[in-house]
C-alpha cells in the first residue's frame, strides 16, 4: 500500500512540519479511508468543510452543489451518510476534499469503489482542480487510469523510485514497441515471428509483445479478433516491478 507522508510543501518558505498550522491552511487531503460523517448528508459535509477552510456560507452552498452536479450524485446528495454506497461514500470524500482546495491536493486512491461513469467525471473533476491552480499529488494503484490522468509521474517499488517523468517518456525509455491482444478459436495455437514475447493467457486468449517494426500480419492461426496498441504504462510498471523482484530475490 503506498504511503504519502509530507514533510515540506513549499509554500512561502514555510516548513509544515514546524508549523502544522501552514499544513492545514496549504494542503487538502482524501485519505484511503473515508472520512467517518455519520448523521450528516454529503452536501452538508462538503458545505461544512468549505467553510471551516474560509469559504462563504453562500459560496460554499454553490460548490457543493457544483461538485455533486460535476460528479452525478444528486440522487443520494441529502440521504444520511450512513445509508450511500461505499462508492457515493468515496465521491463524498473526493468532494470535502476539493470543497476549497489548498495549494496542494492529495488524492489517495480517489476511485476506489467508483462505478466506471462517476469514475469518468471524478477524473474530469480532478483536471478541473489542477486547471484552477492546484498542485495535485495522486497516489493511485490503477496505472491505466493514472495514465490517462496525470502530468508527470513517479514509479515507486517498496519506497524506491524506479522511473519518474511524463507518460509518453516513461514508456518510451522502457523502449516502446507495441501490444497485440488475440483472441483465437478454441483450440487454436496461431505462430508467432521469433522475437515477439508471449504470453498465453488461456485457451483462447494471447498477449503479444511486437517490437517495433513487426507486423500483424505476421502472426498466422485462426483468429477471431485482434487489437494492437502501443505498450502501455500499466505493462512499464509490471514488467520494472518484476525486475526488482528478480534483482531482490538474488
Known sequence: TPLVRI?????????????PAAARRLVSVQAQENVPITGISPRKAVELVGRIRGGR???MRQRAKGLI??????????????????GVARLSAFAMAVA?????????????DVDPVRRQLLWDEVRRVADDGAAVLLVTHNVREAERAVDSLVLLDH????TKGTTASVVSEFGGGFRLDVDVARGAVPAFPDGWGVHRHDAAHWSVSVPEGGGV?????QIVRYE????SL????????????ETRAA
Not at 9 to 17: C, Y
Not at 69 to 86: F, T
Not at 228 to 231: A, D, S, Y
Open 228 to 231: 494492437l496498441g502501443p505498450v
Open 217 to 221: 500480419e505476421a502472426a498466422a492461426g
Open 7 to 19: 514533510n515540506h510543501v513549499a509554500g512561502d518558505g514555510v516548513d509544515v512540519v514546524a508549523d
Open 159 to 162: 519506497g524506491k523510485i524506479l
Open 100 to 112: 476549497r482546495p489548498g495549494a496542494l491536493v492529495v488524492l489517495d486512491e480517489p476511485t476506489n
Open 234 to 245: 500499466e505493462e512499464v510498471y509490471v514488467a520494472l516491478t518484476t525486475e526488482a523482484d
Open 69 to 86: 452536479d460535476a460528479l452525478d450524485m444528486g440522487e443520494w446528495a441529502d440521504r444520511p451518510a450512513e445509508k450511500v454506497s461505499g
Open 57 to 59: 456560507r453562500s459560496a
